[in-house]
DNA sequence: TTAATTTATCGTAATATTGCAATCTAACAA
DNA sequence: TTGTTAGATTGCAATATTACGATAAATTAA
């Protein structure tokens, strides 16, 4: 099949998982590692960094923009992505919460 | 392809990207919550918990199992899975780590 | 032993993901 | 206008994932 049975889950573990989704995959992480250290977010660089081709770079931006997680605003001839704070915030507000309720309930 | 040019990376990349992606399905993170719910761990309740047959649910604690988030003990006749609490940390840290940058960095 | 229970694995089918080359589009430059 | 540059999109091929039923394996119960 492949396709995931979303609908009998509820809206906040679709959520989650969509977004641990968007980070499972090295280039996207490193997309986002490069988002993070060039501060300001112009990624035209993205090329010459990773050992992927320009269309499937451009692939995971895309999907990396569909999650939510960053965004992306036309400035002159390039594209400026950048991190997406408020969605990040929810992100990691969930992501936080699981690991938390895990230390609470099965830690050591 | 589908084929994910993970030599490509580096190993903190592909390890971050390796546990999202066993966090990247509803029903994992539905099974992370009940293990988190019943506190211990026995997982037999699974398969009235969630929609979805016994051998869909195998193969889920299997990949959670595989990228080491949890671990599986027989107990009598049934198994008892719980959260990796060494591999879990790690997790988290690096989850972590990429979110502090973020707010450092990009945060408004 | 036999039967029941619990979980894993196998086989199969459908859909998704990853990746690249080629092409398209939009904006700027000459 | 023409050319150039930056990205997105399309089309394709290969592999991965998700899901299920059927079956296998292991353990307990009778």
Redesign the interface.
Known sequence: MGL???F??DDK??Q???Y???????????I??Q???H?TCIVGSLTDV???SQSTISQHLKELKNSGIIKGEIEGPSICY??H?EN?KIA?EM?DN??V??DQ????
């Open positions: 995931t049975k979303s009998n889950f573990q679709n989650l998982a969509a641990a989704k968007a980070l499972a995959h090295p280039a996207r992480i490193a986002i590692q988002i993070i250290t501060k990773l050992p992927l950048c991190i704070n990040w990691r992501l699981l690991f309720q895990i309930r099965c830690g050591q």
